[in-house]
């Protein structure tokens, strides 16, 4: 894997390329900005105000200017306090809006964060068949920089530029209209190459916003296995990769910060053309009594203003350009429909259900291998507080019980009942509650121990927490730990054993206290004497609750009630151990390969 070439990023569909081409597809922001309307209203106003102020001191340096030659020292004194007065209203008014606008920003990106995380978690597994974990999480923490950025500064110094650029425009030419006129004929010219150029760059932004994701992916998914690349020393095949993937990140934006030099370059050049031939034009009638030298200072001055706001813009309009391909990113993960969605009204478990499970017919295959039959054909019913092995080889839908049951997947037919109801008419957190998982792998958070466990009841208390620890054989080395319960166990546990990791995830099962237990693999990580421990305490906790059992070592469900043979996504033989063994066939060629003939006798 690691010698592959790196994947390019998913081309979008021809819509969302289309899509991408408008910046309009910011609007997907107004939603998170509609409830802060009174702050958006404020921070606005404040814009306003300076603006409004920037453009009245160019008035206040022109009555200056020309008040020295006034003989009136009074009337030149009340020029120059106007002009503090009015920068010391700007100074405030920016402030009030750096404030306001950057509350704003902070606010709508950590909302826009909360969204998008609240809809990934909850979307079903074959979500994360289609993209990297990593890549979500770039745009979760990357592309919403990016928005923060814009929302709290591009925005609002675009739209207090485009103020200035309106309201400079207007005062030049009640200044001097045949100035004006010249420095009009001039803004088509600095625009065309702002929205000629403007369109490579978005183009360029989104490329260089997927290369830094699928960096960010290729980075994650080795990390999270480091272990594994150093113990078949892969650093380096693996650092290859990702030096690949970022040099494609750092090409695609060394193109986006070429094309967008040159609009500068090209923008800065023709703006203060602009500013010297009307300087020169200016000059030459103040030399003519047709304007006074405050006036010509005044017109230059919001010329200056006005160049700035143009270029101003130009710079913002990039921004906004990447703000605007990230913002689709991010839209994209809100707007992604689940397969496994739940139903508009869902029906309520009946009150008395113990944990009835039938599958009818079912078949299903798994999105990314459509050709393979994960099941195909299965029916089986489990009676409330039986205890239910599923055996055979790996692949042969075993597992694979255990993800349509907990609705991460839909059936392709048939139906699947709990209690009499239909699974997809019912929201999942309703059934899901009803039952404990011990996954194969058991996933440790980077908490303490003690947390660890009660993620699987988190209202328990301390006492039923270390009670859960003795039923699952964990007591003991946790104990053992430099804080006891209280020890940090770190990310994914790193800091524990593979046995420990199963024991807590044990654990963690028998304190939710589930009418359903689901154990997948659950001893296949412990040794001998925590096996027996283990199995003696899930024993006792599957009396009077129904239990399934997926498990390649047989020891683990020789007293299970029934036992279900898998092969090819079908069940292919049904009993007890004994009668199973007695049988023949698969399930005893698979006890032959595990006990000795007198352990299959006993």
């Given at each position: 894997m690691a010698d592959t070439p790196p994947r390019p990023p998913a081309a979008p569909?021809?819509?969302?390329?289309?899509?991408?081409?408008?910046?309009?597809?910011?609007?997907?922001?107004?939603?998170?900005?509609?409830?802060?309307?009174?702050?958006?209203?404020?921070?606005?106003?404040?814009?306003?105000?300076?603006?409004?102020?920037?453009?009245?001191?160019?008035?206040a340096v022109r009555r200056v200017v020309d008040g020295f030659e006034t003989e009136s020292a009074a009337l030149l004194d009340q020029y120059f306090l106007a002009a503090l007065m009015i920068a010391v209203i700007l100074a405030f008014g920016t402030g009030l809006r750096y404030y306001l606008v950057t509350r704003l920003g902070e606010r709508v990106v950590a909302d826009i964060r909360k969204a998008v995380f609240d809809r990934v978690i909850g979307m079903s597994p074959a979500f994360y068949e289609n993209i990297m974990t990593g890549e979500v999480l770039s745009r979760i923490?990357?592309?919403?920089?990016?928005?923060?950025?814009?929302?709290?500064?591009?925005?609002?110094?675009?739209?207090?530029?485009?103020?200035?650029?309106?309201?400079?425009?207007?005062?030049?030419?009640?200044?001097?209209?045949?100035?004006?006129?010249?420095?009009?004929?001039?803004?088509?010219?600095?625009?065309?190459?702002?929205?000629?150029?403007?369109?490579?760059?978005?183009?360029?932004?989104?490329?260089?916003?997927?290369?830094?994701?699928?960096?960010?992916?290729n980075a994650s998914e080795t990390l999270l296995s480091v272990q594994t690349v150093q113990a078949f020393t892969h650093e380096i095949p693996s650092a290859l990769r990702f030096a690949a993937v970022t040099e494609r990140s750092f090409d695609s934006a060394k193109s986006r910060i070429a094309t967008r030099a040159v609009m500068t370059v090209i923008v800065i050049t023709l703006v203060f053309a602009g500013i010297v031939s009307v300087l020169w034009i200016g000059a030459r009638d103040v030399r003519a009594d047709i304007m006074t030298i405050g006036e010509l200072i005044q017109f230059l001055i919001y010329a200056i203003m006005v160049a700035g706001s143009v270029g101003a813009l130009s710079e913002i309009w990039g921004e906004l350009q990447r703000a605007s391909g990230a913002t689709e990113r991010l839209v994209e993960l809100l707007q992604t429909t689940d397969s496994v969605a739940d139903p508009d009204v869902g029906v309520p478990l009946p009150?008395?259900?113990?944990?009835?499970?039938?599958?009818?017919?079912?078949?299903?295959?798994?999105?990314?291998?459509?050709?393979?039959?994960?099941?195909?054909?299965?029916?089986?019913?489990?009676?409330?507080?039986?205890?239910?092995?599923?055996?055979?080889?790996?692949?042969?839908?075993?597992?694979?019980?255990?993800?349509?049951?907990?609705?991460?997947?839909?059936?392709?037919s048939g139906r699947i009942t709990l209690d009499g109801v239909d699974l997809r008419d019912v929201r999942r957190d309703a059934f899901r509650a009803a039952m404990a998982l011990v996954p194969q792998d058991p996933v440790i958070f980077a908490t303490s121990a003690r947390e660890n466990i009660r993620f699987g009841r988190p209202e328990a208390s301390d006492a039923e927490v270390e009670a859960a620890a003795k039923a699952a054989a964990a007591h003991g080395f946790l104990s053992a730990l430099p804080d006891g319960y209280d020890t940090y166990v770190g990310e994914r546990g790193i800091m524990l054993s593979g046995g420990q990791k199963q024991r807590i995830a044990i654990a963690r099962a028998i304190l939710r206290d589930a009418p359903i237990?689901?154990?997948?693999?659950?001893?296949?990580?412990?040794?001998?004497?925590s096996e027996r421990a283990v199995q003696d305490a899930v024993a006792a906790l599957s009396e009077g609750r129904t239990t399934l059992i997926v498990a390649h070592r047989l020891a683990t469900v020789k007293q299970a009630d029934r036992i279900l043979v898998f092969a090819d996504g079908q069940i292919v033989a049904e009993g007890t151990h004994d009668s199973l063994v007695a049988e023949g066939g698969l399930y005893a060629r698979l006890a032959r390969l595990q006990f000795t003939d007198g352990a299959i006798e006993e």
């Amino acid at each position: 894997m690691a010698d592959t070439p790196p994947r390019p990023p998913a081309a979008p569909a021809s819509e969302e390329r289309e899509k991408s081409k408008k910046i309009g597809s910011l609007r997907a922001l107004v939603p998170f900005l509609r409830p802060y309307v009174l702050l958006l209203a404020a921070a606005g106003a404040s814009l306003v105000l300076t603006a409004i102020v920037s453009l009245t001191l160019p008035l206040a340096v022109r009555r200056v200017v020309d008040g020295f030659e006034t003989e009136s020292a009074a009337l030149l004194d009340q020029y120059f306090l106007a002009a503090l007065m009015i920068a010391v209203i700007l100074a405030f008014g920016t402030g009030l809006r750096y404030y306001l606008v950057t509350r704003l920003g902070e606010r709508v990106v950590a909302d826009i964060r909360k969204a998008v995380f609240d809809r990934v978690i909850g979307m079903s597994p074959a979500f994360y068949e289609n993209i990297m974990t990593g890549e979500v999480l770039s745009r979760i923490t990357t592309d919403t920089t990016l928005l923060l950025s814009v929302i709290s500064s591009s925005v609002s110094i675009a739209l207090r530029n485009l103020l200035i650029l309106m309201g400079g425009l207007g005062l030049m030419l009640v200044t001097s209209p045949k100035l004006a006129g010249l420095v009009l004929l001039i803004v088509p010219i600095i625009i065309l190459p702002i929205v000629f150029l403007g369109r490579r760059l978005r183009v360029l932004s989104r490329q260089n916003q997927d290369w830094i994701a699928e960096s960010s992916g290729n980075a994650s998914e080795t990390l999270l296995s480091v272990q594994t690349v150093q113990a078949f020393t892969h650093e380096i095949p693996s650092a290859l990769r990702f030096a690949a993937v970022t040099e494609r990140s750092f090409d695609s934006a060394k193109s986006r910060i070429a094309t967008r030099a040159v609009m500068t370059v090209i923008v800065i050049t023709l703006v203060f053309a602009g500013i010297v031939s009307v300087l020169w034009i200016g000059a030459r009638d103040v030399r003519a009594d047709i304007m006074t030298i405050g006036e010509l200072i005044q017109f230059l001055i919001y010329a200056i203003m006005v160049a700035g706001s143009v270029g101003a813009l130009s710079e913002i309009w990039g921004e906004l350009q990447r703000a605007s391909g990230a913002t689709e990113r991010l839209v994209e993960l809100l707007q992604t429909t689940d397969s496994v969605a739940d139903p508009d009204v869902g029906v309520p478990l009946p009150m008395t259900g113990r944990g009835a499970i039938t599958f009818e017919d079912v078949r299903f295959h798994y999105p990314t291998r459509p050709e393979t039959a994960a099941l195909d054909g299965v029916s089986l019913t489990v009676k409330p507080g039986e205890t239910v092995a599923l055996v055979g080889p790996s692949g042969a839908g075993k597992s694979t019980i255990f993800q349509l049951l907990l609705r991460f997947y839909d059936p392709d037919s048939g139906r699947i009942t709990l209690d009499g109801v239909d699974l997809r008419d019912v929201r999942r957190d309703a059934f899901r509650a009803a039952m404990a998982l011990v996954p194969q792998d058991p996933v440790i958070f980077a908490t303490s121990a003690r947390e660890n466990i009660r993620f699987g009841r988190p209202e328990a208390s301390d006492a039923e927490v270390e009670a859960a620890a003795k039923a699952a054989a964990a007591h003991g080395f946790l104990s053992a730990l430099p804080d006891g319960y209280d020890t940090y166990v770190g990310e994914r546990g790193i800091m524990l054993s593979g046995g420990q990791k199963q024991r807590i995830a044990i654990a963690r099962a028998i304190l939710r206290d589930a009418p359903i237990l689901l154990l997948d693999e659950a001893t296949s990580a412990l040794d001998a004497e925590s096996e027996r421990a283990v199995q003696d305490a899930v024993a006792a906790l599957s009396e009077g609750r129904t239990t399934l059992i997926v498990a390649h070592r047989l020891a683990t469900v020789k007293q299970a009630d029934r036992i279900l043979v898998f092969a090819d996504g079908q069940i292919v033989a049904e009993g007890t151990h004994d009668s199973l063994v007695a049988e023949g066939g698969l399930y005893a060629r698979l006890a032959r390969l595990q006990f000795t003939d007198g352990a299959i006798e006993e």
